[in-house]
């Protein structure tokens, strides 16, 4: 389908790290759109990735967007950092923000877009009083905290509920999706309404990433 508004953000989560320069000269060349920095505490997931550290040094290395998908605890305690280490668009989980409308300000005030994430149990309704408040709602399409998992077929009915929602009170905010999005099922997602497409294993294991970058954003 022509004329959607769609972005792809790889997910550095899948890339190789002992060549992370390389991969982001790569990531330079490619139509990516946005950078994806998955940010694990080994609390809220089951997993420890990366952090600040290594996001202010990829900053030195691209001009690209940098979303970045915080699943930790307490994102409150680290927004400001992660804007100094050059975040564009910080997201946070539904589950981990017990005051969530006040960590959205939070992030606006520091100067970034403000995202929100929901796991695959989490309904998309919860989101009805905040919707006008964000920049992005971040539907998890795996459970958090690995790569290189299957698309849960659900997201697709959550996904088109997003968008009604987003439409019935005229808000703004991107719909991106986060989890199993591979050549085959890229444009079944599109077509129920998200507009980024993030996407780890299948541009990082592929043969030519570059060349899936460009086939994703024509999916
Ligand atoms: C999972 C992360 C994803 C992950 C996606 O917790 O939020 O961004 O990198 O990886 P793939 O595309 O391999 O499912
Ligand atoms: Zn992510």
Redesign the pocket.
């Given at each position: 389908m022509e004329n959607r508004n769609t972005f792809i953000a790889p997910?550095l989560?899948?890339s190789n790290f002992l060549e992370l320069g390389k991969e982001v000269e790569m990531l330079n060349r490619s139509e990516a759109d946005w950078l994806?920095l998955?940010v694990?505490d080994g609390r809220f997931?089951p997993n420890i990735s990366f952090g600040l550290p290594v996001i202010s040094q990829l900053r030195k290395a691209t001009t690209k967007t940098f979303d970045v998908?915080l699943?930790i605890e307490e994102p409150e305690k680290y927004a400001e950092d992660f804007k100094k280490a050059g975040a564009d668009l910080l997201t946070v989980h539904y589950e981990a923000c017990t005051h969530l409308h006040r960590n959205i300000q939070q992030i606006k005030s520091l100067g970034m877009k403000a995202g929100v994430a929901l796991n695959p149990h989490t309904p998309v309704h919860l989101l009805e009083n905040i919707i006008n408040d964000i920049d992005l709602v971040l539907i998890?399409s795996?459970n958090?905290?690995?790569?290189?998992?299957h698309f849960i077929q659900r997201s697709l009915d959550k996904i088109r509920q997003t968008r009604e929602m987003i439409n019935h009170y005229k808000a703004h905010a991107l719909i991106e999706v986060?989890?199993?999005?591979t050549l085959d099922n890229a444009a079944s997602i599109l077509d129920a309404g998200a507009n980024v497409l993030?996407?780890?294993?299948?541009v990082f294991a592929s043969k030519d990433p570059e060349a899936t970058i460009s086939a994703l954003r024509k999916a």
């Open positions: 997910s989560l899948a994806h998955d694990m997931v998908h699943m998890m795996v958090p905290g690995f790569g290189g998992q986060d989890g199993g999005i993030v996407a780890g294993s299948s």
